[in-house]
T-cell receptor
């Protein structure tokens, strides 16, 4: 398996623009997680899905952030409009059918909002 | 609310030393404890996962222990090598949802 795949790896955009980050989880994994990593706040869970259904979005910072999982092999995290304080590395992770299993992380998307 | 703390924030050791990284958590009702490694500019690599019913896990030169009653986990690295240089993160899993709370990490430098 290729592991968790994220695209793009780097994104530079201007304030006010829409940003869409993409994630393909490991095949057969039922859980998908979106995290954000910054120097100040470390790694924070934004939202997670179980069987394509959002379970907990309490970590989503504002209404400007939204996430979808239209099928088992694809998820998006959208920021609209983007702001400089959204600059961070965004990670996607997946795990198998129970919460007891390891989470496997993608390589991340480094977002810079100018 | 669960809080996870890692001390020290940074550590520098000569090659060959055995070392211990510490992780503490405030809520002992964890589901599991996971240790990750992160290289600069890279994603996280899972090293060890300890279930709440377990006391330790081993993989090669790595050994992780878990003491729920004291709210502590340690990652022991034997015979450290320069290739071990990275940031090590611990994360506690709450409930059976897989939701992880991360510590801030310990950045390890192993000098040749």
């Amino acid at each position: 398996d290729a592991g968790v795949i994220q695209s793009p790896r780097h994104e530079v955009t201007e304030m006010g623009q829409e940003v869409t980050l993409r994630c393909k989880p490991i095949s057969g994994h039922d859980y998908l997680f979106w995290y954000r990593q910054t120097m100040m706040r470390g790694l924070e869970l934004l939202i997670y899905f179980n069987n394509n259904v959002p379970i907990d979005d309490s970590g989503m910072p504002e209404d400007r952030f939204s996430a979808k999982m239209p099928n088992a092999s694809f998820s998006t995290l959208k920021i609209q409009p983007s702001e400089p304080r959204d600059s961070a590395v965004y990670f996607c992770a997946s795990s198998s059918w129970t919460g007891e299993d390891e989470q496997f992380f993608g390589p991340g998307t480094r977002l810079t909002v100018l | 609310k669960q809080e996870v703390t890692q001390i020290p924030a940074a550590l520098s050791v000569p090659e060959g030393e055995n070392l211990v990284l510490n992780c503490s958590f405030t809520d002992s009702a964890i589901y599991n404890l996971q240790w990750f490694r992160q290289d600069p500019g890279k994603g996280l690599t899972s090293l060890l996962l300890i279930q709440s019913s377990q006391r330790e896990q081993t993989s090669g030169r790595l050994n992780a222990s878990l003491d729920k009653s004291s709210g502590r986990s340690t990652l022991y690295i034997a015979a450290s090598q320069p290739g071990d240089s990275a940031t090590y993160l611990c994360a506690s899993g709450s409930g059976n949802t897989g939701k992880l709370i991360f510590g801030q990490g310990t950045t390890l430098q192993v000098k040749p």
